[in-house]
C-alpha cells in the first residue's frame, strides 16, 4: 500500500530498518570475519554544545529504552536521569553488549536522543529567561504533523508550561493552550463589517474554563484593540494576545509598555499580557518584566542541534577476562562516571572510582543503570517528572552562575 505521508513506521524502527546503510555492511563483515561476539561499550556524548549554550538538556532517554525493549535487545544500558542539564564531553549514555546486537539502531537512537534534547534544551534556555512567567510551545505547525506531539513533548520537558497541539496536550495528559487565530476576526470583519463580534461570539460558545484571551491586534493599533476588548467583556477578559507582524512591530517593548499602561489606567489591571510571534531567547529577557505569558514556536520547534555522537570507549578482552579502553582519536577512552557537586560542579572519573566534593557537599553520581538485559526497564520517568526536574535544575542555576562546570579527575577518592 502507497504511504500517506513520507514517514518511517514503528515497526521499520523496531527492526532497525531506519539505519545508515553503513551500518548494516558492517554488522555482514564482522559476521563473515567471525567478530560477531565482540563484546563493546558505547557512550553517547556532546564533544561541543551550540553557539553561546552554557549547558544543554538531556532528554529522549524513555523512547530509547522503549525502542530496546520492543527490538528485544540483549544489553545492558547506563545514563544520565532523563531531564539532566549537561555540559559538553560528558558521558550521557552507555550501551553495553555485543556490538552486532545494536549496531543498526545507532542511527535511530541517535535521532532520538538528538531532536529531543534539542528542542529540550531551547524550551528549557527561553523557560530560564521566562522562570516564573508562563511560556507556552505554540511551534507544532512548524513541523510535519506526524512528529508534531514528539515536539510538544520534548518543548514540555525542557520546561513549557502547556502546548496548543490537541494530540500532543492528549498524550501528555495536559489540556491543550491557546487563543484565538486572526482568521477568526477577519471572517466577522468580512460578513459582520465587525471584527469585534469574535470576541463576544468566542466568550458565548467557548467553554467558560478556557481563559477569555483576545487577540488584539488584527486590524487597528494594539492598543486601542486592548482597550476595546476589555470594555466589550469587562472582568471576563483574562488577557490580551499580541502577535503583531514583524513589518509593523517596531519596537515590541514600546508596543507592550503602551497597551499595559493603557489597560492599567483606564482600570483594567487584572488583564494579562501575552506576546508570541518569532520570540526567541533574547526577547524573552526583554519582555519578561513587563508579559505574563509567551507563546513560542519556531524558535523551539527549529532550534540549534545538540550533536549527541557515539563512539565504542572499551571492549571486553575475552583472553585477558576484562573491559580494556580503546577508542578513537580525539574521544576519552573508558567507561566513565559523572559526578555532581553542588553549585553544577561535575567530575568525570573512571566508572567505579570517587571523588571528593571541593566544598565537602555529598557527590551524586549521575550514570545509573537503566536497562538490565534479563530484566528490561530499570527506571522509567513520566514527562511531567522529568519536566519538574528540569525546572529544579533551572532554578539552582539561578543561584549560580548560571552554567555548568566540568572536570576530569582519574583519582579515587
Known sequence: MERAFTVASEDEVIRGEVTDVYFIRTVDVLKAAGLDKVK???EFHVMSLPRDYEWAVYTGLSEVLELVRRAGLKVNVYSMPEGTVFQAKEPLMIIEGNYIDFAVYETPILGILRHYSSISSKAARIKYRAMNKQCLFFGARALHPIIQPMADKAAYMGGCDGVANVV????LGIPASGTMPHALMIVFKAVKN??????????RVVPGDVPRIVLADTFLD???EALMAAKLLGERLSGVRLDTPSSRRGNMKAIVEEVKWTLELAGYRNVKIIVSGGLDEEA????SDLVDSFGVGTSIAFPPSVDISMDIVEYYDEGLGKWVPLTKRGKMPGFKQVYRCSGFRDFITPFNSTVKCPDGSEPEALIRKVYDESSGVLVSSKPSDVRD???AQLSELKKSNGSVSVYFSSLGG
Do not use: Q
Open 389 to 391: 526536574h528540569v525546572l
Open 194 to 203: 465587525d471584527h469585534t463580534l469574535a470576541w463576544v461570539w468566542f466568550d
Open 284 to 287: 524573552v529577557s526583554e519582555l
Open 168 to 171: 500532543g496536550a492528549r498524550l
Open 222 to 224: 494594539e492598543r486601542e
Open 40 to 42: 563493546v561499550r558505547a
